[in-house]
Protein backbone atom coordinates (compact mmCIF):
# COMPACT_ATOMS: atom_id res chain seq x y z
CA UNK A 1 0.00 0.00 0.00
CA UNK A 2 0.71 3.45 -0.20
CA UNK A 3 0.39 4.87 3.81
CA UNK A 4 1.97 2.62 6.56
CA UNK A 5 -0.88 0.57 8.20
CA UNK A 6 -1.23 -0.28 12.03
CA UNK A 7 -3.73 -2.05 13.61
CA UNK A 8 -5.56 -2.15 16.07
CA UNK A 9 -5.92 1.63 16.26
CA UNK A 10 -6.47 1.27 20.29
CA UNK A 11 -5.52 -2.06 22.58
CA UNK A 12 -6.83 -2.44 26.36
CA UNK A 13 -5.23 -5.09 28.01
CA UNK A 14 -4.92 -5.78 31.94
CA UNK A 15 -1.42 -5.70 34.05
CA UNK A 16 -0.14 -9.27 32.46
CA UNK A 17 -2.09 -9.79 29.93
CA UNK A 18 -0.22 -9.98 26.16
CA UNK A 19 -0.50 -7.06 23.70
CA UNK A 20 -0.08 -8.25 20.25
CA UNK A 21 0.51 -4.83 17.69
CA UNK A 22 0.59 -5.28 13.26
CA UNK A 23 2.36 -2.73 10.93
CA UNK A 24 1.95 -3.28 6.85
CA UNK A 25 5.08 -1.00 5.29
CA UNK A 26 5.02 0.33 2.17
CA UNK A 27 4.91 -1.84 -0.17
CA UNK A 28 8.57 -2.14 -1.42
CA UNK A 29 10.17 -0.44 1.44
CA UNK A 30 13.26 -2.75 3.08
CA UNK A 31 13.44 -1.15 6.52
CA UNK A 32 10.60 -1.14 9.34
CA UNK A 33 11.30 0.73 12.38
CA UNK A 34 9.15 0.54 15.98
CA UNK A 35 9.13 3.79 18.28
CA UNK A 36 7.35 4.17 21.30
CA UNK A 37 5.97 7.50 22.65
CA UNK A 38 4.72 7.81 25.87
CA UNK A 39 2.59 10.89 26.78
CA UNK A 40 2.98 12.63 23.87
CA UNK A 41 6.56 12.97 24.80
CA UNK A 42 9.51 12.12 22.88
CA UNK A 43 9.31 9.06 20.94
CA UNK A 44 12.16 6.17 22.14
CA UNK A 45 13.09 3.72 19.05
CA UNK A 46 12.36 0.01 20.18
CA UNK A 47 13.84 -1.82 16.84
CA UNK A 48 14.51 -2.11 13.32
CA UNK A 49 14.27 -4.57 10.39
CA UNK A 50 16.18 -4.54 7.23
CA UNK A 51 13.45 -7.19 5.02
CA UNK A 52 12.70 -10.05 7.53
CA UNK A 53 15.86 -9.66 9.46
CA UNK A 54 16.33 -7.69 12.46
CA UNK A 55 18.94 -4.71 11.81
CA UNK A 56 18.84 -2.80 14.94
CA UNK A 57 17.21 -3.96 18.72
CA UNK A 58 19.18 -1.71 21.09
CA UNK A 59 15.80 -0.38 21.99
CA UNK A 60 14.14 -3.12 22.94
CA UNK A 61 13.45 -4.44 26.62
CA UNK A 62 15.20 -7.67 26.58
CA UNK A 63 12.36 -9.75 28.62
CA UNK A 64 8.86 -8.97 27.67
CA UNK A 65 9.31 -7.05 24.27
CA UNK A 66 9.78 -9.17 20.63
CA UNK A 67 9.01 -8.03 17.16
CA UNK A 68 9.06 -10.13 13.79
CA UNK A 69 8.72 -9.06 10.64
CA UNK A 70 7.95 -12.60 8.22
CA UNK A 71 7.48 -12.85 4.62
CA UNK A 72 3.77 -11.98 3.41
CA UNK A 73 3.15 -11.15 6.27
CA UNK A 74 2.15 -7.99 8.41
CA UNK A 75 4.97 -6.76 11.28
CA UNK A 76 4.03 -7.39 14.82
CA UNK A 77 5.60 -6.49 18.22
CA UNK A 78 4.43 -8.43 20.99
CA UNK A 79 4.25 -7.66 24.30
CA UNK A 80 4.16 -10.46 27.64
CA UNK A 81 3.07 -9.34 30.32
CA UNK A 82 2.16 -6.40 30.25
CA UNK A 83 3.04 -3.74 32.79
CA UNK A 84 1.14 -0.20 33.72
CA UNK A 85 4.65 1.57 32.10
CA UNK A 86 3.84 -0.02 28.82
CA UNK A 87 1.11 2.09 28.38
CA UNK A 88 1.82 4.70 24.96
CA UNK A 89 1.41 5.00 21.41
CA UNK A 90 3.55 2.65 19.08
CA UNK A 91 4.56 3.83 15.91
CA UNK A 92 5.86 2.12 13.12
CA UNK A 93 7.63 3.76 10.32
CA UNK A 94 8.67 2.31 7.12
CA UNK A 95 11.60 3.57 4.42
CA UNK A 96 12.45 2.65 1.08
CA UNK A 97 16.39 2.60 2.08
CA UNK A 98 18.74 3.26 5.26
CA UNK A 99 20.41 5.99 5.89
CA UNK A 100 19.07 10.04 4.29
CA UNK A 101 15.56 7.98 4.26
CA UNK A 102 12.63 9.87 5.06
CA UNK A 103 11.04 7.43 7.37
CA UNK A 104 7.04 7.15 7.10
CA UNK A 105 4.92 6.80 9.78
CA UNK A 106 1.97 4.86 10.57
CA UNK A 107 -1.04 6.42 12.58
CA UNK A 108 0.26 4.46 15.82
CA UNK A 109 -1.60 2.22 17.79
CA UNK A 110 -2.89 3.59 21.63
CA UNK A 111 -2.38 1.21 24.15
CA UNK A 112 -3.60 1.27 27.45
CA UNK A 113 -2.58 -1.30 30.25
CA UNK A 114 -4.76 -1.10 33.32
CA UNK B 1 19.07 9.06 24.91
CA UNK B 2 17.27 11.85 23.89
CA UNK B 3 19.62 13.41 21.09
CA UNK B 4 17.62 16.40 20.05
CA UNK B 5 16.14 19.57 22.47
CA UNK B 6 13.59 21.40 21.65
CA UNK B 7 12.61 25.24 22.08
CA UNK B 8 10.14 26.81 23.30
CA UNK B 9 8.12 23.90 24.12
CA UNK B 10 5.40 25.29 23.78
CA UNK B 11 4.32 28.23 21.76
CA UNK B 12 1.39 30.85 21.03
CA UNK B 13 0.76 33.17 17.97
CA UNK B 14 -1.38 35.05 16.28
CA UNK B 15 -2.92 33.40 12.86
CA UNK B 16 -0.82 35.22 10.30
CA UNK B 17 2.30 35.08 12.35
CA UNK B 18 6.00 33.69 11.75
CA UNK B 19 6.91 30.81 13.91
CA UNK B 20 9.86 29.48 14.63
CA UNK B 21 11.05 26.45 16.60
CA UNK B 22 14.85 25.16 17.25
CA UNK B 23 16.43 21.86 17.48
CA UNK B 24 19.50 21.34 18.78
CA UNK B 25 21.49 17.89 19.15
CA UNK B 26 24.88 16.28 20.27
CA UNK B 27 26.21 14.10 17.87
CA UNK B 28 27.10 14.08 14.16
CA UNK B 29 24.59 13.30 12.06
CA UNK B 30 23.54 12.10 8.49
CA UNK B 31 20.05 14.40 8.14
CA UNK B 32 17.93 15.87 10.60
CA UNK B 33 13.90 15.31 10.17
CA UNK B 34 11.02 17.91 10.92
CA UNK B 35 7.81 16.04 11.36
CA UNK B 36 4.27 16.98 12.56
CA UNK B 37 1.93 15.11 15.10
CA UNK B 38 -1.61 16.92 15.32
CA UNK B 39 -3.58 16.00 18.58
CA UNK B 40 -4.67 12.48 18.63
CA UNK B 41 -3.18 11.68 14.88
CA UNK B 42 0.16 10.27 13.78
CA UNK B 43 3.29 11.82 12.62
CA UNK B 44 3.24 13.60 9.05
CA UNK B 45 6.95 14.06 8.00
CA UNK B 46 7.68 17.79 6.63
CA UNK B 47 11.14 17.81 5.55
CA UNK B 48 13.86 16.21 5.48
CA UNK B 49 17.36 18.39 5.39
CA UNK B 50 21.32 16.56 4.66
CA UNK B 51 24.48 17.38 6.84
CA UNK B 52 25.62 18.65 3.77
CA UNK B 53 22.59 20.97 3.43
CA UNK B 54 22.33 24.29 5.42
CA UNK B 55 18.68 25.31 4.38
CA UNK B 56 15.55 23.47 2.76
CA UNK B 57 12.15 25.18 1.90
CA UNK B 58 9.08 23.61 1.12
CA UNK B 59 6.08 25.37 0.93
CA UNK B 60 5.69 27.57 3.53
CA UNK B 61 8.56 25.67 5.68
CA UNK B 62 11.90 26.81 5.98
CA UNK B 63 14.51 24.87 7.67
CA UNK B 64 17.98 25.54 8.30
CA UNK B 65 20.57 23.53 9.59
CA UNK B 66 24.26 24.55 11.20
CA UNK B 67 26.20 21.41 11.95
CA UNK B 68 28.87 23.38 13.67
CA UNK B 69 26.43 24.58 16.14
CA UNK B 70 24.90 21.42 16.00
CA UNK B 71 21.30 23.20 15.44
CA UNK B 72 18.07 23.48 12.77
CA UNK B 73 15.14 26.06 13.12
CA UNK B 74 12.00 25.47 11.66
CA UNK B 75 10.27 28.48 10.53
CA UNK B 76 6.34 28.70 9.36
CA UNK B 77 5.36 31.84 7.96
CA UNK B 78 2.02 32.88 7.64
CA UNK B 79 0.55 30.48 10.03
CA UNK B 80 -2.89 29.05 10.06
CA UNK B 81 -4.87 27.45 12.62
CA UNK B 82 -4.61 24.05 10.85
CA UNK B 83 -0.53 24.36 11.88
CA UNK B 84 -1.67 23.65 15.24
CA UNK B 85 -0.24 20.62 16.19
CA UNK B 86 2.82 19.40 17.75
CA UNK B 87 6.37 19.55 15.80
CA UNK B 88 9.05 16.86 16.30
CA UNK B 89 12.90 17.16 15.03
CA UNK B 90 14.88 13.96 14.58
CA UNK B 91 18.06 13.08 14.03
CA UNK B 92 19.92 10.37 12.12
CA UNK B 93 22.92 9.87 14.08
CA UNK B 94 25.95 8.85 12.09
CA UNK B 95 26.12 5.68 14.19
CA UNK B 96 23.01 4.86 15.09
CA UNK B 97 21.88 2.28 12.69
CA UNK B 98 19.54 4.70 10.86
CA UNK B 99 17.19 4.91 13.99
CA UNK B 100 15.63 8.68 14.79
CA UNK B 101 16.61 10.00 17.99
CA UNK B 102 13.72 12.31 19.13
CA UNK B 103 13.52 15.50 20.26
CA UNK B 104 10.83 16.36 23.19
CA UNK B 105 8.59 18.80 20.59
CA UNK B 106 7.51 21.79 20.53
CA UNK B 107 3.64 22.77 21.04
CA UNK B 108 2.41 25.21 18.94
CA UNK B 109 -1.03 27.12 19.16
CA UNK B 110 -1.90 29.39 16.59
CA UNK B 111 -5.02 31.45 17.63
CA UNK B 112 -7.42 33.04 15.59
Known amino acids: GEEVAQTPKHLVRGEGQKAKLYCAPI?????VFWYQQVLKNEFKFLIS????????ETGMPKERFSAKCLPNSPCSLEIQATKLEDSAVYFC????????????FGPGTRLLVL | SQQGEEDPQALSIQEGENATMNCSYKTSINNLQWYRQNSGRGLVHLIL???NEREKHSGRLRVTLDTSKKSSSLLITASRAADTASYFC????????????WGAGTKLIIKP
Open chain 1, 27 to 31: KGHSY
Open chain 1, 49 to 56: FQNENVFD
Open chain 2, 49 to 51: IRS
Open chain 2, 90 to 101: ATDPLDSNYQLI
Open chain 1, 93 to 104: ASSQWAGEETQY
